[in-house]
């Protein structure tokens, strides 16, 4: 049940199920208006009928198909265009936008409401013409009304504004989950939990990255504790130990709540949503890009990300205690995020200066474990901006450079 769900989930993502949808029920709704041609008074029969209705579906049918082509080519182009100017791993965001399939679902199904109606006439079922006409005005008021959002939103579509916003709200979700859930639900497992002597340990059937662990299914074919020895985002190879039981369990069950795929994915990866921002900074602080506007702008970011997770409720929900699972730690997290912004950026006095900023304020927060591993980081930035910068005077303008030097 739980891969099925999950399935679903990353269906309802897919573009095409949208488009396809719309385009069912805009097939429906031609077949309906036709069935229900009786109910239909006769004297609107006879004032609306066939004639007055094919020159509105042939418009409709013309217009939307161009316009659906339009609308695609746009969209691979604006997918294109994040994907080289940011980091294709926001891809993956761009195309579950639910707001693109709606508008792309409307055109296409629009375009094959018309073309249905219009072989059903030509076909000689001309009858229920007034019901098509209605149903042809509703559809092209939804036409009008998705045209003006796309217009509106065609302005921001695939610039880096947009795909920061994505990966930022993306970030923003998994945090929060993640802050209320470290282990998934399950009971953390850090250096003080200790497996027995005798357990019973189970090897990955493929080599890939673990997706989605399922702690409630585990927690339901396991007739005692089970100890995850792997965690979302990280790679499995196949025969190495993935879990760990005591008692009697089935196998191929419990290995089948350990979902595996080619990649990692933002379900239950935090540490994932904060590599992609990064990644956007990185590719900005490139030779080839050189935009170093960006990168602070991802580190202001990362900085209220981190922030906001730090002051949210600590209270952990443990729903599964005889699950064990590693979760994702502080310093991983700021590791995550600040790593690569702190060597890329070395050279860069203004992003070496923010990040030592962020770093700051992060180390004066009041999650003990994120403060400690901001001012490790802040340590390490320092070092790299030292060493990346040519000229004494701007590693003196560093933040605290001068408390430093006072010391010495």
């Excluded at 921001?156 to 709200?169: F, K, P, S």
């Excluded at 923010?354 to 403060?371: H, N, S």
Aim: charged share 20%; net charge neutral; aromatic share 6%.
């Amino acid at each position: 049940m739980f891969r099925l769900v999950l399935w679903l989930r990353r269906l309802g993502r897919a573009l095409w199920l949208r488009v396809a949808a719309f385009a069912v029920l805009a097939l429906l709704a031609v077949v309906a208006a036709h069935l229900a041609a009786p109910l239909v008074p006769e004297w609107l029969d006879e004032r609306i009928d066939a004639k007055a209705v094919l020159p509105v579906l042939e418009i409709l049918a013309s217009s939307m198909l161009a316009v659906s082509t339009f609308s695609l080519g746009i969209m691979v182009q604006s997918h294109r265009s994040a994907q080289q100017t940011t980091t294709p791993r926001v891809l993956t965001l761009m195309i579950s936008d639910p707001l693109t399939q709606t508008v792309l679902g409307i055109f296409i199904g629009a375009f094959v409401y018309a073309l249905t109606a219009l072989i059903l006439f030509q076909a000689g079922f001309d009858s229920g013409a007034p019901l098509v006409l209605g149903v042809t005005l509703a559809v092209t008021g939804a036409v009008v009304f998705a045209l003006i959002r796309w217009i509106a939103y065609l302005t921001t579509m695939g610039t880096t504004g947009d795909a920061l916003g994505r990966a930022e709200e993306q970030a923003r979700k998994a945090l929060k989950s993640h802050r209320r859930q470290p282990a998934l639900g399950a009971t953390p497992m850090g250096a003080d939990i200790v497996t027995p002597d005798v357990v019973k340990t189970l090897t990955a059937r493929r080599s890939g990255i673990l997706q989605v662990i399922d702690v409630k299914g585990l927690a339901e074919c396991a007739d005692g504790p089970v100890w995850v020895l792997r965690r979302p985002g990280q790679a499995v190879l196949r025969g190495a130990p993935v879990l760990q039981i005591t008692g009697d369990g089935d196998p191929e069950a419990l290995l089948s709540c350990l979902v595996i795929g080619d990649d990692r994915t933002f379900e239950q990866d935090p540490a994932y949503t904060l590599t992609v921002l990064s990644e956007i900074a990185s590719r900005a602080l490139s030779p080839a890009v050189n935009d170093p506007g960006t990168a602070i702008a991802v580190i202001t970011r990362l900085e209220r990300l981190l922030w906001d997770w730090s002051q949210a409720d600590p209270r952990e929900v443990i729903d599964h205690p005889q699950v064990f699972v590693r979760p994702w730690t502080a310093e991983e997290m700021v590791e995550a995020a600040f790593a690569p912004i702190a060597r890329d950026g070395a050279g860069m006095l203004e992003v070496a200066t923010q990040l030592l900023d962020a770093l700051g304020a992060l180390g004066k927060g009041g999650d003990d474990g994120l403060a400690a591993a901001a001012r490790a980081m802040g340590e390490r930035a320092r070092a790299h901006a030292e060493g990346g910068l040519r000229l004494d005077d701007d590693t003196k303008r560093l933040p605290g450079s001068g408390a430093r030097t006072a010391v010495r």
